[in-house]
T-cell receptor, first 114, second 114 residues
Framework: GDSVTQMEGPVTLSEEAFLTINCTYT??????LFWYVQYPGEGLQLLLK?????DKGSNKGFEATYRKETTSFHLEKGSVQVSDSAVYFC?????????????FGQGTRLTINP | DADVTQTPRNRITKTGKRIMLECSQT?????MYWYRQDPGLGLRLIYY???????NKGEISDGYSVSRQAQAKFSLSLESAIPNQTALYFC?????????????FGQGTRLTVV
């Protein structure tokens, strides 16, 4: 079945460091890809998404490019802030299912130190 | 007010008790979902509903049941709670009218079964 594999955490960085969180997927068809973020004590919020190959999603300085050839959707940010500390989830939705159900990676906890 | 509201936010219950988690939404979406979050496992789908007359099992439906009382309301029941159902539960909604549209999540219900 479909699956998502994320870089294991936790990840700890200093403020202004460069961030990469790796995400690869296995899916039939052409899934849509998402990054969700969960701040402490809150639900999941969409960070960015891409619906077809070579699309780049971006938001709040974060970017991810849908790479069909490597089945990847790595999350990057050039200069992280303390406020970026959260848990990040990569997810896919296979439109072939017709239900837009999401399959999630295990999550990566990110801590940014001042 | 939140677009997707879950009640209660926290609950402690005893083994063997019946418990219901409720979800309501004001987004006007047709699809609703219940997910469970466990540390290191990401989110896993319990049940989903395309509309009021359509209920489907997800990957981990054993021990759970659901009811879609109206387009805006979707409740999750644990008929006889057990300790390994201790987890963070999320309700989500999505709009079927667009491919690749994201899901919107509630703030979660933290359930502890003792």
């Amino acid at each position: 079945g479909d699956s998502v594999t994320q870089m294991e955490g936790p990840v700890t960085l200093s403020e202004e460091a460069f961030l990469t969180i790796n995400c690869t997927y296995t899916a039939t068809g052409y899934p849509s890809l998402f990054w969700y973020v969960q701040y402490p004590g809150e639900g999941l919020q969409l960070l960015l998404k891409a619906t077809k190959a070579d699309d780049k999603g971006s938001n709040k300085g974060f970017e991810a490019t849908y790479r069909k050839e490597t089945t990847s959707f790595h999350l990057e940010k050039g200069s992280v802030q303390v406020s970026d500390s959260a848990v990040y989830f990569c997810a896919l939705s296979d439109p072939g299912w017709g239900a837009q159900k999401l399959v999630f990676g295990q999550g990566t906890r990110l801590t940014i130190n001042p | 007010d939140a677009d997707v509201t879950q009640t209660p936010r926290n609950r402690i219950t005893k083994t063997g008790k019946r418990i219901m988690l409720e979800c309501s939404q004001t987004k006007g979406h047709d699809r609703m979902y219940w997910y469970r979050q466990d540390p290191g496992l990401g989110l896993r789908l319990i049940y989903y509903s395309f509309d009021v007359k359509d209920i489907n099992k997800g990957e981990i439906s054993d021990g759970y049941s659901v009811s879609r009382q109206a387009q805006a309301k979707f409740s999750l029941s644990l008929e006889s709670a057990i300790p390994n159902q201790t987890a963070l539960y999320f309700c989500a909604t999505s709009d079927s009218s667009q491919r690749g549209t994201e899901a919107f999540f509630g703030q979660g219900t933290r359930l502890t079964v003792v």
